[in-house]
């Protein structure tokens, strides 16, 4: 079964620095990945995904995240954080196009103005 | 933007009562799913609906559990009688066809007491 991991559960910056979220997941398979955001109070949110194509891929609020095969990694970063993004990141994969997501545990990212 | 909406935001039942949860898809989708969140834990997929079927299920979603599309707008979870270990927040998502995408409602906190 396939599973998914964040490093961290918690990660406390300040305003400007960059940001950078681990995921890993472990399925031999072909995978679909996606990075979710919950802000406080608001339901979850698609930030990216990645199907195939560029490894690199970019998303809405200047995120972007870096798919290495080899890794079994699909890191989410951002190179300068706002307050606006205190929420919480989740990195899911599926294993075709509209199938069951699995999740990984979430990150809560606290941003200090 | 059309958005998934989920309703009640929080219900409270007592152990072995019946709930129903609901949930209004955004409207020209076809591919519906349930996940639910036990606090502290993962995001965890139930069950995917597609054409007044279920799709694919999870093992946590047993004969307590039931899915239905009663009217051309609202998908529902039912939990027949509930336990103390139901007590999570349960999300609804929504995906068009040939999308690949997952949009997700706000989530229902079930407290069972």
């Known amino acids: 079964a396939q599973s998914v991991s964040q490093h961290n559960h918690h990660v406390i910056l300040s305003e400007a620095a960059s940001l950078e979220l681990g995921c890993n997941y472990s399925y031999g398979g072909t995978v679909n990945l996606f990075w979710y955001v919950q802000y406080p109070g608001q339901h979850l949110q698609l930030l990216l995904k990645y199907f195939s194509g560029d490894p690199l891929v970019k998303g809405i609020k200047g995120f972007e995240a870096e798919f290495i095969k080899s890794k079994f990694s699909f890191n989410l970063r951002k190179p300068s954080v706002q307050w606006s993004d205190t929420a919480e990141y989740f990195c899911a994969v599926n294993q075709a196009a509209g199938n069951k997501l699995t999740f990984g545990g979430g990150t809560r990212v606290l941003v200090k103005p | ?113």
């Open chain 2, 1 to 113: 933007e059309p958005e998934v909406t989920q309703t009640p935001s929080h219900q409270v039942t007592q152990m072995g009562q019946e709930v129903i949860l609901r949930c209004v898809p955004i409207s020209n989708h076809l591919y519906f799913y349930w996940y639910r969140q036990i606090l502290g834990q993962k995001v965890e997929f139930l069950v995917s609906f597609y054409n007044n079927e279920i799709s694919e299920k999870s093992e946590i979603f047993d004969d307590q559990f039931s899915v239905e599309r009663p009217d051309g707008s609202n998908f529902t979870l039912k939990i027949r009688s509930t336990k103390l270990e139901d007590s999570a927040m349960y999300f609804c998502a929504s995906r068009g066809q040939g999308s690949d995408t997952q949009y997700f409602g706000p989530g229902t906190r079930l407290t069972v007491l």
